[in-house]
């Protein structure tokens, strides 16, 4: 049978645990940069980020935890049982809200009632090997950069490193991790549906590593449209729905437009537009000019017609004397035909239907007025004397 040795700190956190005692967890350490302040000496900032704090967490198992934090921490075990108020038993990354918590036991009244008075976590580490060049964290300057560590002891503290920190009994922080979970998995749920419901896209990202606090910070904030993958600024975004805000709704002059293959602004389109109008206006007007011409000739006609209707009449009734001889038929019939081809010299220089309609209705009127003359013949004379005288042979 194999027995598995132990460390002495190992020892010491079973020989805890087997002994009265409250287990706690509290959030104590996520990246970004702190600010440290030595006596007699200013404040300094420092950064360490996600790597490094996950190297440094298997260093925080068996360490102790006190009370406010302590200027030094003795490295042997009877030294730290006498003064500790509790030890971690780990430190690890809790996926349900990115931070890094401890689980620790408090083994003193004193931690205990630190934490019923609402005091929480901070972290005391021992930076380790070269530090990173200094430079800006969410618009932070830091001096350097942490790239290695290892924790000394956690403390209970009225006034922590961090706003967030908190401590938790084991159903609390059970509780909490299961809330967040259920966020997350609401909030990855609602991004899918968004996704799939929208074709909009956009990609915010910073050239420049700045905090945002006022309009010129947002200069160095800059999106990609999704559709025509420019890249803009948010200025440069606001300043545009700006102008157009001003314009009520009404385009910019300076807009182009694409009519068949050509292209041209606003403005030219409005210009071309106003001159079109104006062409069909003076189109009307000539068109309308040109009808009340006709109106007039067709006018002119139709006098010039019933004068000709009238001296046909008057011709057809001077035609209409009655006659005693075959003379008087020959020369009724000789003025029939002059006033006839009068009337077909009328025609041929009348330059309308209407004038054809009305010469045609004369000539017809005329000709059934000749035709209704009756003409008194030599024999009709004869045989109405030998009716009357009787025959003479």
Not at 41 to 66: L, S, Y
Not at 88 to 98: L, M, P, Q, R, Y
Not at 119 to 129: D, E, H, K, T, V
Request: charged share 35%; net charge negative.
């Amino acid at each position: 049978m194999k027995v598995k040795l132990q460390t002495k700190s190992e020892q010491e956190i079973q020989r805890i645990l087997n002994s009265k005692g409250d287990i706690y967890y509290g959030m104590h350490f996520y990246p970004g940069v702190a600010e440290y302040s030595e006596p007699g000496k200013d404040p300094f900032r420092i950064f360490v980020n996600e790597d490094t704090i996950r190297k440094m967490n298997p260093t925080f198992a068996g360490r102790p935890v006190f009370v406010e934090h302590v200027d030094e921490v003795s490295e042997n075990v009877d030294d730290l049982r006498s003064g500790a108020d509790g030890w971690v038993v780990e430190s690890f990354f809790n996926e349900a809200d990115g931070k890094h918590w401890a689980k620790f036991i408090i083994v003193s009244e004193r931690a205990k009632r630190a934490i019923q008075k609402g005091y929480r976590l901070s972290n005391a580490y021992i930076p380790q090997g070269p530090f990173g060049p200094g430079g800006l964290w969410n618009g932070v300057t830091y001096a350097k950069q942490v790239l290695g560590g290892e924790y000394e002891h956690l403390a209970i503290v009225k006034n922590p490193r961090y706003e967030e920190s908190t401590i938790m009994t084991p159903d609390q922080f059970k509780n909490y991790c299961e809330e967040q979970k259920s966020e997350l998995k609401r909030l990855a749920n609602s991004n899918q549906n968004e996704k799939e419901n929208t074709e909009m896209k956009l990609n915010f990202f910073k050239k420049k590593v700045e905090k945002v606090e006022n309009s010129s910070d947002l200069e160095g904030l800059s999106v990609t449209l999704p559709k025509s993958g420019k890249e803009k600024t948010i200025v440069q975004l606001v300043t545009e729905v700006d102008a157009r805000a001003v314009l009520n709704g009404y385009a910019n002059e300076e807009d182009k437009v694409k009519i068949g293959e050509n292209e041209m602004s606003v403005k030219d389109l409005v210009a071309n537009y106003g001159k079109m109008c104006s062409e069909l206006e003076d189109l009307k007007k000539a068109k309308n000019e040109d009808a009340d011409v006709e109106d007039e000739v067709e006018n002119e006609d139709d006098v010039e017609n019933e004068d000709s209707e009238a001296e046909a009449k008057e011709d057809a009734k001077d035609a209409e004397p009655e006659m005693q001889n075959e003379d008087d038929e020959a020369e009724a019939k000789k003025d029939a035909k002059k006033a006839e081809k009068e009337m077909g010299d009328k025609k041929s220089n009348s330059k309308s239907k209407g004038d054809k309609k009305h010469f045609d209705k004369l000539k017809n009127a005329h000709r059934a007025q000749i035709e209704t003359v009756k003409i008194d013949l030599i024999d009709d004379q004869l045989a109405r004397g030998k009716q009357r005288y009787g025959s003479s042979h």
